[in-house]
């Protein structure tokens, strides 16, 4: 809900793509020292302990973007801070996050079907969230999707702090000198093929495919906002008392993203009912490759239903080749490494992610959303068919 609202607020202020582009690439500027330091950190202390600060510093900074948008002073540079807090806070919580799913589920063997829960509780959201925001921002402006993020974060905070039995960090670990601890983990990583082949998959995607959601907002408005004004027009029309809207062109961007988010979840419930009979490889290297051939449809597309049925294959997708890289990169890793295997891998999504979005924000304002997507997204497929040709191995991970 926040980030779809803080896209309407910042294209409100703007009125720019290359501010959608910024907005990214603020959140990037701590993630690399924090990330790597998080996943140090995950391997020596409490996990638990970590996700307590960055949950609690991610409800403040919601709290108060919801206060300065209420207030009617919020500024676009007050967007730009709270993104770098939040890019903070999210940089320390995603390694530990993601080291901590197998402690909860006590073993490897379940370990895809926690990732795939996982990843299904997180693309529900997806769903849901932009479709609320929607029709929430629609009426009543962008204050109250921040508001709404910010409660939720407490009922976070409420189950981090009941769990009980939870597992202990290695002995001695917390004595390690963290750039010692931090170097250890990136000399492990770059003698294993597997890991590096699969982290450059992530890293390539979220750099040249992923900065299409950055771009949603003018694909919207722009691209299919005349084509999506029926829809529009049904919604808000006072003759038909559906709804009284305030900020209108809200509504094809939520239900874009809502779209996106269906998909995402058919996806992320896919890999969460696999069995380890399944070759996970084989569905990576399928999403690797669909995710970009689906992008380059949805960027020649000009039909808002198009889009959206294009924008469900885009979500599966997506959802295969990140779920399944994420799990394999699991299994790879032993128990010692996780958190700073994970912060890699963290690092390189969220990293190459947000500065993917600047580039694509600059270049939208230069060449338009569709171009900027479609030029990109055709460099990822040729990317993903090199390492599905020259890594055979990795199509036969299990």
């Keep these: 809900m926040q980030t779809m609202a803080q896209q309407v607020l910042v294209y409100r202020l703007t009125g720019s793509a290359a501010s959608l582009g910024i907005i990214s690439f603020i959140g990037l500027i701590p993630l690399v020292p924090l990330s ?73 063997e379940d370990l895809s079907n926690a990732i795939g829960l996982n990843s299904a509780m997180f693309n529900m959201a997806r769903a849901l969230g932009p479709a609320a925001a929607g029709l929430l921002v629609a009426a009543t402006g962008e204050g109250t999707a921040f508001f709404i993020n910010a409660l939720t974060f407490i009922a976070v905070i409420v189950s981090l702090i009941n769990m009980r039995d939870l597992p202990e960090p ?31 998959l992530v890293a390539v995607s979220a750099f040249l495919s992923m ?16 084509n999506a004004k029926p829809v529009i027009d049904f919604m808000c029309n006072p003759e038909t008392g559906l709804m009284s809207c305030r900020s209108p062109e809200a509504l094809p961007l939520g239900i874009l993203l809502t779209t996106l ?13 696999t069995t380890d009979t399944m070759r996970r490889g084989t569905w990576l290297t399928i999403g690797n490759l669909g995710f970009p051939a689906f992008l380059v449809l949805f960027a020649l597309s000009r039909s808002f239903i198009v889009s959206c049925l294009l924008l469900l294959f885009i979500g599966f997708n997506f959802v295969c080749q990140n779920a399944l890289a994420n799990t394999l990169m699991q299994i790879a890793t032993p128990d010692a490494m996780r958190g700073r295997v994970m912060s890699l891998y963290s690092m390189s999504f969220q990293g190459m992610m947000r500065l993917g979005g600047l580039q694509a924000g600059f270049f939208s304002d230069w060449i338009g959303a569709p171009l900027a997507v479609g030029i990109t997204a055709v460099v990822s497929l040729i990317y993903g068919i090199f390492v599905a040709i020259r890594y055979p191995e990795v199509r036969k991970l299990a």
């Design 211 to 226: 900065p299409y959601s950055t771009l949603m907002p003018v694909f919207a408005g722009n691209v299919l906002g005349s």
């Design 261 to 273: 988010g269906i998909g995402s979840v058919i996806g992320a419930f896919f890999i969460a009912s």
């Design 36 to 108: 790597l330091w998080s996943g140090s950190l995950s391997d020596r202390i409490s996990k638990r302990t970590v996700l307590l600060i960055s949950q609690i510093s991610m409800l403040l900074q919601a709290l108060i973007l919801a206060v300065l948008t209420w207030t009617g002073t919020v500024q676009v540079w007050h967007v730009y801070l709270l993104a770098f807090v939040n890019g903070a806070a999210q940089a320390m919580d995603t390694p530990a996050r993601q080291a901590f799913t197998i402690e909860l589920v006590e073993g490897k």
């Design 170 to 200: 290695p002995a001695g670990n917390e004595k390690q000198k963290t750039l010692t601890h931090m170097a250890e983990g990136l000399k492990f990583i770059s003698k294993q093929q597997v890991l590096l082949v699969l982290t450059s």
